[in-house]
């Protein structure tokens, strides 16, 4: 479900085909409804909750009591709801003053902004050849097409026995991109990612990509649309075999875990020897050195609000904090201090930010400050 049509469905505007995909969604289970709730509730009562700077602090603050961690958890989960619909009343409402604007603002020059990231990619083809694919430039060869925003493959009827081409979506630091997969699924690619799959599906045999690296969130087309073929998603020895559903995978080469989040539907998960069923709401976390697989619930909203336009941190390291954020702002960071890596912090923001407004209300928890130099940013 993306979170702009809880917000359409909020202000009543949403069209005939959004409706019915909304009612879907709202009704398939109690979860849903009570987010939906939740959201609307946040959105009206709003405006009146985030006024001033302390409502920022709150939202965006380093957790000093370990003891009390769960319930502060529960507060801030609220809090960040607000502060993500707050973010986008204030795109959307300009006559409306709904946030104090950040005090003690550091200035940052204009040759060394950095900003969002956008819809882009390089796609190779079969014989090497690399398109640059972005916002404005328009691509069309044999069965793939982009209109520079969506990379779409249709269905050419490939054989059984072919040999089927392989091409190669790069996602740059700084970037993301949508695809549709010659049978229909959808996937979300998100920055600093490589995905390699066959233009065309051959029918009843299985479907197989895989994810280099990086993070994809896949909405993959049911087997019984393709003479009952399974889904394969292969992160090097790791797989994830699919009949149709969605779901998210995170395989940075950088991270010691290989993640995968279950929004609906049935998956399973691991290796050559050990695999696992995952329920929706839950999360496979497969250890690269050990291979070990371990099967956690998790807030689904959370590990795929990057495909919905928003950062979502709870609890997390400002190393980590960092390292996300330099994936899509396309920039490097160096720590002053080795102690402040592991800075926790909770905090929602749209990914159109500018990088220095998500900066600076960390600032305001006066744990950290910041300098950017051009494309680095020292955490001091």
Known sequence: MEFKLIIKKIENALSESEAEIFDRWYAESPEHRDYFHRVQQAYRDGPKKIENDKAWAKVFSKIKDRRRKKS??????????????????????????????????????????????????????????????????????????????????????????????????????????????SDGTKVWVNAKTKLKYPVAFAPGETRKVELVYGEAYFEVSPSTAHGGSRFIVMTGEHEVEVLGTQFNIKAYGEEPQISTTLVEGKVKVGNGTTKRDLSPGYQSRFERDTEELAVVEVDVYDEISWKNGFFSFKDKPLEDIMEVLSRWYDFDVRFEEEGLRKLTFNGVFRRAEDIEDILNIIRQTNEVDYEIDQKTITIK
């Open 72 to 181: 502060y958890l529960k507060y801030a989960a609220g809090i960040t709801l607000l502060l993500a619909l707050a973010s986008f009343w204030a795109t959307r409402k300009s006559t409306q003053k709904t946030m104090a604007p950040v005090p003690s603002v550091v200035s940052v020059p204009e040759g060394d902004r950095i900003e969002a990231g956008s819809d882009r990619a390089v796609l190779t083809l079969e014989d090497g050849t690399q398109v640059v694919l972005d916002k404005g430039r328009r691509f069309k060869k044999g069965n793939v097409s982009s209109n520079g925003e969506e990379l779409v493959y249709a269905n050419d009827g490939a054989q059984g026995g072919k040999t089927v081409a392989q091409n190669i979506l790069d996602i740059p630091r700084g970037g993301q991109f949508h695809m549709v997969l």
